[in-house]
């Protein structure tokens, strides 16, 4: 399995339904986490976007796995960008 670095830049004016559906968003991280293919995340650029970072196969499956996050379904991220990253020190153990 590959280590995929994940951003996501939330759609404009979309801080009032980030709020709304927060919980969902965190509660489908936390199933990723516990499963073991979500290795690190958080916010960035002072709650402007998040960075994830998740094993998986391919961009596309990671993608497609995304794609169910509720953030995505509502509309709420704005731009994903998925690449891989080649950990050279330090690791995720």
Known sequence: MATY???????QDSDTERDTH????KDF?????ESGRLRVSGPIDGGA???LVLEGGSPEEIAGVLDADPFRVEGLI???TIRE????????A
């Open 22 to 25: 927060r919980p969902a968003h």
């Open 78 to 80: 704005g731009d994903r």
């Open 29 to 33: 991280l936390a199933g990723l986490y």
């Open 85 to 92: 990253w080649s950990i050279f020190f330090g690791g995720l």
């Open 5 to 11: 670095a994940v951003t996501y830049t939330y759609a």
């Open 49 to 51: 976007g998040a960075l």
